[in-house]
């Protein structure tokens, strides 16, 4: 929290509309088992939720963060992303697709999301969330797209790997563009995790690497880009769901 808190220090002196955290940021989960996650997770509306819940107020602005959230009736955490503002709580979403990949099973740490986002308004635009591992399910993004979606938010801890700080910018440049839409990932830097902190247009542009490192950077968008990349690829308008057959 003290080094999350001198992040918000810097960040409020750019004077944002939204500051958004990596996923992870309670305790890398790195060879832990589910007993040990769950002893750090909290409730909803916990202190670490108060933390940022209170920071949104002090502050003025929007929050993204992630927290590994503990349910009654439920053995292992939740990876969960939770949006506040000013007023409150705005939007929690609980990670659905899990990274059991490169001989990492996720799902032994944590239970599984039964809802995508909902999409909910900041300052005029459209923001839905997602989670890491989520930026490689097109399904995802069309949905939250389709149900309005100017901005999707992906809090990320992206594993080290081959060539995986490449594949997070383009995934990002690939669900920006085909969805004319905003993805901004904010990506964990540390020991296991490859930071690059990603903000991809709607054209699929990247507008902001972050490059490796802890950081705050700022980045300005505006909803008539998103108007006017529709106007020019009016992607979501010329569909054809008749055609499409879901597996």
Partial sequence: ME??????DSAARMEP????????????????????????????FGPWHGFFEKAASEY????????YERREGYRKAFNTAVLVGPSGTLLVYRKTHLFDAMGYRESDLFEKGGEL??????????VGL?????????????????????????????????????????????????????????VLYGENFTGRSVLTDPYGVVRVDAGIGEKVVV?????????????????????????????
Avoid at 3 to 8: A, D, E, H, S
Avoid at 238 to 245: A, D, V
Wanted: hydrophobic share 50%; with cysteine.
């Fill in 3 to 8: 080094r999350i808190k001198r992040l918000l």
């Fill in 219 to 247: 980045a300005e968008i505006g909803r008539e880009e998103i108007t006017e990349a529709r106007r020019v690829f009016p992607l979501l308008r010329l569909r054809r769901p008749e055609l499409y057959r879901l597996a």
């Fill in 60 to 67: 003025g602005f929007h929050i993204v963060f992630t927290m």
């Fill in 130 to 186: 997602a989670i890491c591992f989520e930026i490689r399910y097109p399904e995802i993004f069309r949905s939250l797209a389709l149900r309005g979606a100017d901005l999707v938010v992906v809090p990320a801890a992206w594993y080290r790997g081959r060539v995986k700080e490449e594949q997070i910018i383009f995934l990002a440049r690939a669900r920006s563009h085909e969805n004319t839409l905003f993805v901004a990932a904010p």
């Fill in 117 to 126: 986002s909902e999409v909910v308004e900041v300052n005029g635009f459209r």
């Fill in 17 to 44: 509309d939204l500051v958004v955290f990596p996923e992870y940021s309670m305790l890398d989960p790195t060879g832990l088992g589910a007993e040990e996650v769950a002893g750090v997770a909290e409730p909803l």
